[in-house]
């Protein structure tokens, strides 16, 4: 079930979220912490007001709520309300046999005994998972990992207390995040989302429904994600997708924030992931575990792509191809045939050895000089400082591969004083925004521009070939476009 919880301050705003997110929701969580003193009163009406089951809440600070009386008068408020139809009533693990325990057991609604934690995760949390299940009572354990490794335990949780039918599992925060999308492969009953976020990781109930579509993993859903650190704000979950539900393949997308490799190629074989996307600062920390690799990945010693064969991970560059395809026919009819490379860190890397391998000249410019060298005695590219970019203004093809000009250092331009003529081709790997500084000069110029947008998206979709075997449903290419920030 996919859970909205309710964070307005007034009936009517809650009643509007409601109805906002109706259509993508199975139940509701009523927040009355949340609500102002005045709206208290009304509570125990809202039920009948809506036409879905409905979890009753009050949750105190130490618990990420918003409660400030004391703990007398919030049990006396909680049960108050429970005069209310309410489904469910949300009630600490550690408050014992309060008068709302027993009215709720009196008027035979379900009690969600739950714990929070903001900071780690308990060591002891199957055990009390199981405890309170003995009671029969539903446990809520809403815990913070620290790392993969506190994401495998709470995949464990669905196998180890498989006979505990009704539970709440959850990961807060950027490890955690996976098994808010996954809940059903945590073994959690539900997974909670908010139109604002009230806990660490929560995503709106249209996100957890249309993007993710979380309600219908089941036991033959192929899980694919991406790897990276940050990695929560990638746009690939939004290429990915609806790719899958283009082509009716059943298979989800998710983000996982990774601090160690070798601990998520363990998660990999435990919830059996097929195949992941890989980004900073992973690209170089997954080739060690890869059992083969393309000419490519060889090469630029970067994989981007992780795909399950057979008995092993096979590891590609989609990059590669993303940033070189559509040069080709230029190159081919000898339009392009010299190249200025601005910057050599990773990205700069599969943009050089492209070019090389395609016949360019090209000339690497970097900040640090003695990256540009290294990079360019690799390739057989010849190199010189940023400062000396100017040196280079004959070029037919300007590539753009640093951060400078990104958001929010938009002002910016790596290379101000060179003047751009109309007959050359400007490729931005910048994304954000899609006009940097320096490729408004080079649109001014009336240069040929090519997008780092573009680029993303056509190494998503040959990631996406990678993992199905499919092309990208044409169709849904149009729709493929970044939220501006
Ligand atoms: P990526 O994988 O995105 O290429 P990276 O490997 O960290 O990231 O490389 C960043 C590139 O941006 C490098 O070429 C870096 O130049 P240095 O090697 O001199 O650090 C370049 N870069 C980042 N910030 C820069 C700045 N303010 N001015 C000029 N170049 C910058």
Redesign the pocket.
Known sequence: MICLVLSGSTIEENISQFKRNREYVDLVEFRIDLLDESSRGLASKFPDMVDLPVILTCRRQSDGGKYVGSEKSRGALLESCLDGNFAYVDIEDDIKRSAAELKARERKIRIIRSRHDFTGMPSDIFHRISKIAAKGDIPKMAVTPQSVLDLITLFRVKTELADVGEKIVLGMGDFGFPSRILYKRVGSMLTYCADTPVAPGQISAQKMKELYRADTVDDRTHIFGVIGNPVLHSFSPEIQNPGFKGINFNAIYVPFHVDSVRSFFILAEMIKISGVSVT?PHKQNVLPYLGKITREVKQIGSCNTVVRAKNLWMGTNTDYYGFVDPLLVDIDNKTIQSALVV??????RSVVWALRNHGCKVTIV???VD?ARSLALETMAAFDS?DNAKHYEHVDLIVQ????GMIPDSESD?IPDFNFTKDQTVYELVYRPKYTKMLDRARKSGCKLLFGIDMLIRQGKLQFESFTGYHYPKRLEQTLHLEED
């Open positions: 900073v910057g050599a860190g990773g990205a700069a970097n900040r640090n990256r940023l591969t640093t951060s400078v790596p």
